[in-house]
C-alpha cells in the first residue's frame, strides 16, 4: 500500500545573521546549510490501516506528507504508493488518493458544495451514474442534505469539514491523506465526524493517513502511531500500546490556598512550582486522578484546578525520553 | 471520451462555476463592473481632452486611440474572466496553495488559471465593445480584425504577466515585483507607440513586448500589414511557450524543495 | 553610563532601521511605478509639443508641462490607502471603541495618514524631480513657504473628503465604487492627468468651482508658477472647502454613529 524505505529529505537552507547587517549580507553573498528534514525513514502501512502520523511542529510531517502525495521529491531513498512513485507518476496516483487539509480549504467559498462536488466529478473524471451514486451515498452518510445548496461562506466549520471530506472522498480513492482534520470543531462535532470515517473505513477499507495535535483524533481513529521527531521515527507500534505506556499520564494545574505541605505519592511529580501555583503530573498508572485529588484536598484549600491531557509535544517528549516502556 | 473532450468539460465546468459566483455575489459583479467602466472611461476623457488640443500626434487621432484602448481593455477582459488568476498566481504560490492543485490529476497550470473569473474584467470587455462601436464604422473585416487582435493582444498579456508572476519560485515576498511587472506591461500597451523612440522603443517589442500591441490601430486597422501580423502571432507564440516554460521551471524548484528560507 | 545609553538608542535605531527594510523593498516598488507613470507621461508630452511644433500651449512650456504633471502625480500618488484600514474598522466593529469620541478616532487616522502622505510626497517629489531634471531640465524654483502650506491643506482636504467617503459604509456594502469614482474625478477634474488650462472652456468652469483642484491643481500650478491667483486667495479656497468638508464628515460620523448603535453593529 505504502511502503517508504530509507526516504530522506535534505533542504539547503539560506542562512541569515540577525539583524540589519544579516540581510544585507545574505543579499549579496547568500550562505546555505544543509538541513535534514527527514532521515532514513522506513515504514509500511497495509490497505485499510488508519495510522496517525504524529510529531512536534517541524518534525517532518508535512514533508513527508508531500513527499508520499508527490508534491516534493526526495533527496533520496524510495518510496511507494499504490505501487506508484509519487514524485514520478504524481497524476496517476492523484486519481487514487484524497486530501484534506484542515487549513486550507478545498471548496469554493461563496458557492454550495454540490458546485465543488461537480467540479471534483469532472477533474477526476468520473463517470455520471457513479458519481451521483456515490455522491448520494457520501450525503447521506455524513447527514449533509440540508446544506447541499447553502454558500460554504454560510456553513458553520463543522459542516464545511464533512463537505471537505465527501470532495476528497467522491473519486473513492483508497487513501486519504488527513491534515488536522478536527481543528476548530467543538467535541461533539469531532466525534461525528471520526465516526463517520472510521464507518467508512470499516465498509470501503479506506486508508487513512492522518496528521493531528489532536489526541482524540488519534486514539480514536487510529489504530497505529507512527511518531516521527527531528525527521526521524522514534516509535511506531499500535495506539493502544502507546496509550498504555505514554498516554497514562495527566497534568494537574492547580492553585492552592496557601504554601502546600511536601506533596509526595507515588506516581505524582511536582513538574513546576510558583508559590502557590503547581503544576503536577500523575502517573495514572500508579496512582488514579481520583487519589491524588483527594490527597490534595484533604491537606489543602483548592483555589482553582485543571486536568489536562498531556500535550502531543510532552507525549513526544516522554517518549523521546523512553519514560515508560510496557509492562 | 477522449483526452480533448474530457479537458474541454474540465474547463468549461469551472468557467460555469466561476459564472455561477458571480451570480451569487450579484451586487458585487455589477458594482466592480461598473466602476471599471467608469475607470477606463476616464482615460477616454483625458485623451479627449488631449486630442482636442492636439488633434494629430506622429498620424495618431482620437478614433485611434479609442481603438488601441479597446484591443487592450477587450484583450485584458477576456484573460481575466477565463484565466482570472493569471495575475495571482504569485501568491498562490507563496502560500503553498499551489499544493492543492498538486495533489489533483489535472494540468497543474491550467488548473490554476481557470479556477478564478475576475468580476471587473466583464466591465473591461463591455467597455471594449463599446468603444468598438463608437470609434469606427461597422464593418465585418474590421469586426474579425478587431476580434482577432484582443485575442492575440490577450495571449501576449498574460504570457508576461504569468513570467513576472511565476517568479515566486525563485524569490520570496515577489508580489510586488510581479504585480508591477503585469502593471507595466498593461501600462504601456495603453499608449500610442509612436510617442517611445530609440532605446524605450526597442525594449517594447523585445523584453516586453507592449508594442505589438501599442502599434495595432496602426498596424492593423489602417490597412492591414501582413508583414506584421506574422510578427504578431510568432512573437505571441514565443512568449507564450516561453512563459509557460518558465512557470514549469519553477515548479520543478519548487517540487524539488529549495525555495524554503530559515531565519538562522 | 553615557556609552550604555547611546548603545540603546543605537540598537533601537539599528532595529527599527531593519523593520524599515522591509517596508522598504514595498516602497521601491511604489517609487518605481511613479517613475514608469512620469516616464511615459512625459514622452506624451515631450511627442505632442515636437511633433505639433509649438513651444507654448496655454501658457505652458514643455518643461512647465512636465513639472506640473511630476508635481501632480507626486501627490496624487503619496495618499495612503485610507479606505482599506477604514473599511476593515467599519466591518470588524473596531470602530466601536471610538464612538464617542469621534474627534479622536477621526483624529487618530489623521495623524497616521499625514505622517505617512508627507513622507511619500517628499520622496515622491525628490524623485520625480530627479527624473524630470534629466528629461526635461529646467529646474522651477518654487517658493517653498507657499507651496508646504498649498500641499499641507491640500493633504488634509483629500483625507477629510476620502474620511466622509469612507464612512459611507455604515450604510453601504462596498463603498470601493464610491472611492474609485472619487478618485478618478480626482485625477481628472483635479488636473491631475492635465493642467485645467488645457481643458474646453465649459469644462474648465466646472472644474474651477469643484474641490478637486484645490487637492491636485493648486499646489502644482504654484510650484511651476502658472497660477493666476494670489498665494492668499489659493489657501484661502482650500481652506473653505477644507471646513465644508469636515463639517460633512462630522455629519456623517455622527449619523453613522447612531446607525450603529441602533443595529447593534
Redesign the interface.
Known sequence: MIEVNSLF?T????????GLYGSLYSLFRPKY?E?EAVSSLSFTIEQGEMVAFLGPNGAGKS?TI?ML?????PSGGEARVLGYIP?RE???L??R?G?V?GQ?S?L?Y??PPS?TF??MA????LKRGDYLQRRKKLIERFEIEPYLHT?VRKLSLGERMRCEIIAALLHRPEIIFLDEPTIGLDVVVKVKIREMIKELNREEGVSVFLTSHDAGDVEDLCKRAIVINHGRIILDQAVRDMKRNYLRYKVINVKLGKMPNTLSMAGLKILKQKERGLKLEIDTKMASIEEVLQSLIAENTVEDITIEDPSMEQVISYIYAGAGVSG | ?STVA?TI??IT??WR?NW??AM??R??FW??M??ML??NG?WI??WG??F???PV??GWEFTDVLLLWGITAGAFGWLHILFGNVGRVAYLIAN??I??Y?????NILL?MLISRMSFSAWGDVLFAWLLFFIAIPFRIDHLLIYIMAQMLGGVLMGAVILAGQSLAFWIG?SE??S??IA??MI??TT?PI???QGF?RLLLFTLLPAGFISIMPIALFRGLHLSFLVMLISVTILFAASSVFIFYRGLRRY????M????? | MMWKKGAKYGAVFRISLSQQFAYF??FL?RT??LI??LF?FS??W???YT??GTAL?EGYTLEKMMWYLMVTESIYMAFPALVDRIEKDVKNGEIAYFLNRPISYIGFQYGQYLSEAVFRVAINLCVGSVLIYFMAGGIPIPNLLGFIPLVFLALTLQYVTVMAVCLSSFWV??I??FH??YS??L??IGGM??PLE???EW?QHIARILPFQSIIYLPASFFVGAHTEPLATMLIEQGLWLVFFTLILLGIYRLGVKRLNVNGG
Request: glycine share 6%; charged share 20%; hydrophobic share 40%.
Open positions: 529529505k533542504f539547503k537552507v539560506k542562512q541569515k545573521e540577525p546549510q538541513k514533508t508531500k502525495t508527490g508534491i516534493l521529491h514524485w504524481r497524476k496517476q492523484s486519481y488518493i486530501t487539509f486550507k478545498q469554493w461563496h458557492l458546485d461537480e467540479l469532472r477533474i477526476y473524471e454558500p | 471520451m474530457k468539460r474540465f465546468g469551472y462555476v455561477q459566483g451569487e455575489f451586487a458585487s458594482t466592480q461598473i466602476t467608469i475607470n476616464v476623457a483625458f481632452i488631449f482636442n488640443r492636439f500626434v506622429k503553498g496553495q499544493d492543492s498538486l495533489t489533483m490529476p489535472k488548473h515576498n510586488g515585483l504585480f508591477q502593471n507595466a501600462t504601456f499608449y509612436d510617442i517611445f524605450t517540487e524539488s524543495g529549495n524554503i528560507t530559515l531565519k538562522m | 523593498y514595498d516598488i518605481l511605478f514608469l507613470i511615459v514622452r506624451l515631450i511627442t505632442a511633433s505639433g500651449i456594502e462596498d470601493r465604487g474609485l469614482v478618478r474625478l485625477m481628472i492627468m492635465v488645457i481643458f474646453p469644462l
